[in-house]
């Protein structure tokens, strides 16, 4: 596979309701929506992907739902809107609690940076499924991540920071990188 190694990693995030709450901004969540809920999150646990991936000198964690998650979320928003949003929410969460469990520094610094992709990442991750978009440089999957491996900083290597709320000060983040404050 391209120029960089593959490994699949073990990982078994845990649903942490309080996380999951702040993460979809609710105050309340009934019975009926927690169950679909962690029945979803034990059903797309199975279906996501965890891998390390070497280029060269760099590793990188690569965490993604697939396509299906993404069709399934478009479709319940259409029926319903505030359901379509939890189940959104709940992708993202799972996604990020995966990279939290490998990395927990991820968690307390508040940001998974995005690397620069390499020719070589580029390939790699295409082999896999996973394009960059064309016009920036972000995955094509909604539900992905890619960042450092081992943890080496938070939004001060992000590739792209001149394009995230958080990182240029445009949002009300609980962290502003120094000299973007407003």
Not at 148 to 176: M, W
Request: with cysteine; hydrophobic share 35%; glycine share 8%.
């Amino acid at each position: 596979m391209g120029a960089c190694s593959v490994e699949r990693l073990e990982c078994t995030p845990e649903f942490d309701m309080m996380g999951f709450m702040e993460l979809s901004q609710e105050t309340r969540v009934d019975g009926k929506v927690m169950g679909k809920m962690t029945s979803l999150w034990d059903e797309w646990l199975a279906k996501l992907s965890v891998y390390k991936v070497v280029c060269g000198k760099i590793s990188y964690l690569l965490v993604w739902l697939p396509e299906e998650v993404e069709t399934y979320v478009d479709e319940t928003w259409d029926k319903t809107p505030s359901e379509g949003y939890l189940a959104n929410s709940l992708a993202q969460y799972l996604c990020m609690q995966s990279v939290n469990a490998l990395m927990p520094q991820v968690e307390s610094v508040g940001c998974a940076p995005a690397p620069r992709p390499t020719d070589a990442l580029r390939e790699t991750l295409a082999e896999l499924g996973l394009a960059y978009r064309d016009d920036l440089d972000v995955l094509t999957r909604r539900f992905a991540v890619v960042t450092f491996y081992p943890f080496r900083g938070g939004c001060e290597i992000c590739h792209l920071q001149k394009h995230c709320p958080k990182g240029n000060g445009d949002s009300d983040a609980t962290v502003v990188l120094p000299g973007y404050e407003r």
